[in-house]
């Protein structure tokens, strides 16, 4: 009994001082989450395959009221990064599978790709993670299994650490389990928007935009290419008599 008074007397305290802590900021507003979203991974070239697939068929449902084979359609994209190459070609062949008249050279109608890397520098959180094995009962509802089997050598402070070492572990990896999933890897810090125009010389005709989470070391994928160096100036040599 003696352990669990002094155990739970810290904590009380601890929380005691965070509510008198934010009693002094109760005049701002809290920052809230969005209610819980999926959003997909990019990470192989099928993928880009599926989003040219579903970009061609948003163009077909728009231009479905066209006379056939009337206005051609000029597919661009805004730069040369491996990414827009790569999606120009599937996307061509997607839209020609759908019957989809295309031009080789600039017409009156453009449909035109543009990527957007964008990088989040803040972290989410500053705790490393705790791997626990759970066992995943329903939403947001885990068991804790197996201790002593799987980290019998885990070294953790004794007495009021370890209880909040072990409950925040817990508690972040059921949160992360919960949220993030295992099959994609979970969110990255780096995304990539996607955007299309259907378009005439004065006009927007269509539009859609589409967000993906990329690997960092796949940015460079959806960046356009460095420049090239410049030249190295040749040196004139003039010889004078003496």
């Known amino acids: 009994m003696v352990c669990m008074r002094t155990t739970i007397l810290p904590l009380a305290a601890i929380v005691a001082v965070a509510l008198l802590a934010g009693c002094g ?3 701002k507003p809290r920052a809230d989450n969005y209610p819980a979203t999926g959003q997909k991974k990019a990470r192989a070239v099928h993928h880009w395959d599926v989003l040219a697939g579903d970009v061609a068929a948003r163009v077909a449902e728009k231009i479905a009221a066209w006379p056939a084979g009337e206005h051609p359609i000029h597919v661009t994209v805004a730069d040369g990064s491996s990414f827009n190459q790569g999606f120009l070609k599937l996307l061509r062949v997607q839209l020609l599978d759908r019957g989809i008249p295309l031009s080789t050279g600039p017409a009156a109608v453009e449909l035109e790709v543009q990527t957007q890397v964008v990088q989040h520098e803040a972290m989410v959180s500053g705790i490393p993670p705790i791997p626990l ?19 019998s050598n885990r070294n953790l402070l004794p007495g009021v650490a370890t209880a909040l070492g072990v409950g925040a572990g817990l508690a972040l990896d059921m949160v992360r389990t919960h949220t993030q999933g295992a099959a994609a890897g979970g969110p990255t810090h780096t995304e990539v928007l996607i955007t299309t125009a259907l378009k005439t010389q004065d006009r927007y005709l269509a539009g859609s935009a589409d967000m993906y989470y990329i690997e960092r070391e796949d940015a460079v994928l959806y960046q356009p290419p460095l420049p090239s160096p410049p030249p190295t100036p040749v040196k004139q040599w003039k010889v004078v008599a003496p």
């Open 133 to 151: 094995p759970l066992t995943i009962l329903g939403t947001g509802v885990g068991v804790w299994r197996d201790w002593h089997v799987h980290y």
């Open 25 to 27: 900021t109760l005049d």
